[in-house]
T-cell receptor
Framework: EAQVTQNPRYLITVTGKKLTVTCSQNMNHEYMSWYRQDPGLGLRQIYY???????DKGDVPEGYKVSRKEKRNFPLILESPSPNQTSLYFCASSLGNLGQGSNQPQHFGDGTRLSIL | AQSVAQPEDQVNVAEGNPLTVKCTYS??????LFWYVQYPNRGLQFLLK??????LVKGSYGFEAEFNKSQTSFHLKKPSALVSDSALYFCAVSVSGGSYIPTFGRGTSLIVHP
């Protein structure tokens, strides 16, 4: 089954304790991205990657890191989490490479709810 | 800069009645437009997209959307609503030949009453 898998689904942690949210897709998609969803703000993109070893900032990258060492995986790293990063996070992937533009729909994981105390 | 507006936080409709969820956009260039649906505790699911061609786009679960270039709108419609259509709906836009950063609207909660 084609899917985007995020782990963990829920996490409560404390300020300053490094954490990683994993994301894996099995559709051989080039493009992957991370979003956060906050009430009244919709989805905002944190980082995206157009292919292995190619990453770039989205609209709200501060406080986050990503890496893309393999095509299927795109982990989100919070080096020193703070309470304002409490949110619902989504990983997504889609077909697409340079020249195809951005006309492909995205496939989303089921989300990771992070609470940072 | 590109933007998307979903002017209604919530839409209420009776089961069996037609529904419309509104979306307007602003881009420099030709838009790619998408609708997604989000059920509780789930990620977004793709419903339909407009890339080019016919202004009326049909998608999953009986939904359709009409691209109106002069009004810069892409409203989501369904002729007969079901209670199971109750969910959060997001409109998104990106630009032909542009960056890979799509812009999402804030979402509209659709509530279908039995």
């Amino acid at each position: 089954e084609a899917q985007v898998t995020q782990n963990p689904r829920y996490l409560i942690t404390v300020t300053g304790k490094k954490l990683t949210v994993t994301c894996s897709q099995n559709m051989n998609h080039e493009y992957m991205s991370w979003y956060r969803q906050d009430p009244g703000l919709g989805l905002r993109q944190i980082y995206y990657s157009m292919n292995v070893e190619v990453t770039d900032k989205g609209d709200v990258p501060e406080g986050y890191k990503v890496s893309r060492k393999e095509k299927r995986n795109f982990p989100l790293i919070l080096e020193s989490p703070s309470p304002n990063q409490t949110s619902l996070y989504f990983c997504a992937s889609s077909l697409g490479n340079l020249g195809q533009g951005s006309n492909q729909p995205q496939h989303f994981g089921d989300g990771t709810r992070l609470s940072i105390l | 800069a590109q933007s998307v507006a979903q002017p209604e936080d919530q839409v209420n409709v009776a089961e069996g009645n037609p529904l419309t969820v509104k979306c307007t956009y602003s881009v420099s260039g030709n838009p790619y437009l998408f609708w997604y649906v989000q059920y509780p505790n789930r990620g977004l699911q793709f419903l339909l997209k407009y890339i080019t061609g016919d202004n009326l786009v049909k998608g999953s679960y009986g939904f359709e959307a009409e691209f109106n270039k002069s009004q810069t709108s892409f409203h989501l419609k369904k002729p007969s609503a079901l209670v199971s259509d109750s969910a959060l709906y997001f409109c998104a836009v990106s630009v032909s030949g542009g960056s890979y950063i799509p812009t999402f609207g804030r979402g509209t909660s659709l509530i279908v009453h039995p």
